[in-house]
């Protein structure tokens, strides 16, 4: 596919708009650790909301892709769990997290636990950051749309991202988020009253979808999507999330931002899982799973408006992609950077050589696996079964968990889960058909049981 003149011209300005914004940046307000990772914590409400909403759904194709094969139980999968443990992460984290003052996971944890395991913390950390499906969607958008190699328009769009947030950092990120935050909704609703006005609402999908698709569990059945609310746990130690309430003016900002986030959130979901019953119902069982949007959009959307909604699909991962690269890149370089190299008091040069290697890795990984929904299971497994516990029990405990148990906890469900998931992939093929998570996050409650029962 390629795009027209017009088209084109759309995607340009937009790319050219969002670098104008971004090199506006003033030297003073990436000088320091705290502006450069952080904005000064001076992020209100509005700018809250956008930049999390944003960033949180950089998952677009893998969403496309699941709604597609799955059909309606990608609400159940995607939607719901989440919804639950953002909520959960409002009620209880979100307030917690802004007083402690602090700029990373990892200097929650060295807090709590010490040196070790924060170091530890950082490669688990590390593992969840470094933006590799989004690469891979990035990478696949262009490449659909633009023509030419995935792996050379992977390593344009790490390029483009890294361009911005080398110069300004988080405070970059919130600039471009804003404007995306708005065009991905203008896409999708566009796509959806088109679908609907051309081809009928509810009766046309009942009538041209396989049963499958219309079921609660998507033809997979209530393991294979019940494991996604343990997966969801993930949310609890999502860096995005303790990063905004880092960064927010006020818990009082921290804790209602989430809140609306969780409402805009569901509104797209709707969107996004009936975009993918129109692909399935229009363009038959045979499509790409990854591309069914872009190959729903190509069929239905006119001139002008196909530029439009590639934007949005742009919009929806570039935004990810941005933030998760600035973490990635503070983890090596603030987070892992300063504790193996004693007497560091700059760690903003350190984070900018950082997010060169992350970029780096995440390409490598999204070449090597191939599939953004078996990125997002593997690595969210892992992370979720060796910090979910230490970093909970981290903000609520006024008397810490033994270090030494922490770190052996930490050591062992992540290793476990890693090991766990070589044996299977996602779907089948688990041993005694039990996802890796279960033996991670069980391994943990084993380790860290007893101390978290004692006073």
């Known amino acids: 596919m390629r795009l027209g003149s017009i088209d084109t011209a759309i995607v340009a300005l937009y790319f050219l708009f969002l670098l104008i914004i971004a090199l506006r940046t003033k030297r003073r307000e990436r000088?320091?650790?705290?502006?450069?990772?952080?904005?000064?914590?001076?992020?209100?409400?509005?700018?809250?909301?956008?930049?999390?909403?944003?960033?949180?759904?950089?998952?677009?194709?893998?969403?496309g892709e699941y709604s597609y094969l799955y059909g309606i139980s990608n609400w159940l999968v995607f939607g719901v769990p989440y919804y639950i443990a953002a909520l959960l992460f409002a009620f209880f984290l979100a307030g917690r997290a802004r007083r402690s003052r602090f700029l990373s996971i990892p200097d929650q944890l060295e807090a709590a636990y010490g040196k070790p395991v924060a170091i530890t913390g950082t490669i688990i950390v590390f593992l969840i950051t470094v933006p590799a499906a989004y690469i891979l969607m990035l990478g696949e958008l262009l490449q659909w749309f633009l023509g030419g190699s995935l792996l050379v328009w992977m390593i344009a769009g790490s390029a483009f991202s890294l361009l911005y947030v080398l110069h300004g950092g988080f405070r970059n990120v919130i600039r471009t988020d804003l404007p995306q935050f708005v065009l991905m909704y203008v896409g999708f609703i566009l796509l959806i009253v088109i679908a609907a006005s051309q081809y009928g609402g509810w009766d046309f999908l009942k009538a041209n979808l396989p049963e499958a698709s219309l079921s609660p569990t998507g033809g997979l059945g209530l393991p294979a999507i019940l494991v996604w609310y343990f997966i969801a746990l993930q949310t609890l130690i999502e860096p995005t999330f303790y990063q905004r309430c880092y960064a927010a003016r006020s818990e009082k900002v921290a804790r209602r931002g989430l809140l609306v986030s969780v409402a805009f959130w569901l509104v797209f979901d709707f969107l996004t899982t009936f975009s993918g019953l129109y692909a399935r119902a229009i363009l038959g069982g045979d499509a790409e799973p990854m591309l069914s949007y872009p190959l729903l959009a190509e069929q239905l959307l006119p001139v002008g408006l196909l530029g439009i909604f590639f934007v949005a699909l742009v919009s929806v991962v570039l935004s990810t992609v941005d933030s998760y690269m600035l973490l990635a890149g503070q983890t090596l370089g603030h987070d892992l950077w300063k504790r193996v190299r004693s007497g560091v008091s700059d760690t903003v040069t350190p984070t900018r050589a950082g997010l060169v290697v992350a970029s780096v890795v995440a390409i490598s990984i999204a070449t090597w696996k191939q599939s953004a929904v078996v990125i997002f299971h593997d690595l969210g497994s892992i992370a979720t079964s060796a910090l979910l516990l230490p970093m909970v029990a981290a903000l609520y405990r006024k008397i810490p968990l033994p270090r030494g148990r922490v770190l052996l906890s930490m050591l062992i469900s992540g290793g476990a889960t890693a090991i766990w998931s070589s044996f299977g992939s996602y779907g089948s093929g688990y041993p005694m058909e039990i996802h890796p998570i279960y033996v991670g996050l069980g391994l943990s409650i084993l380790i860290l049981g007893p101390s978290l029962l004692s006073k």
Request: aromatic letters at 12%; proline letters at 3%; glycine letters at 10%.
């Open 31 to 63: 000088s320091s650790a705290e502006e450069f990772l952080l904005a000064g914590r001076r992020l209100t409400g509005p700018a809250f909301v956008a930049t999390l909403v944003s960033t949180w759904y950089g998952s677009i194709l893998a969403v």
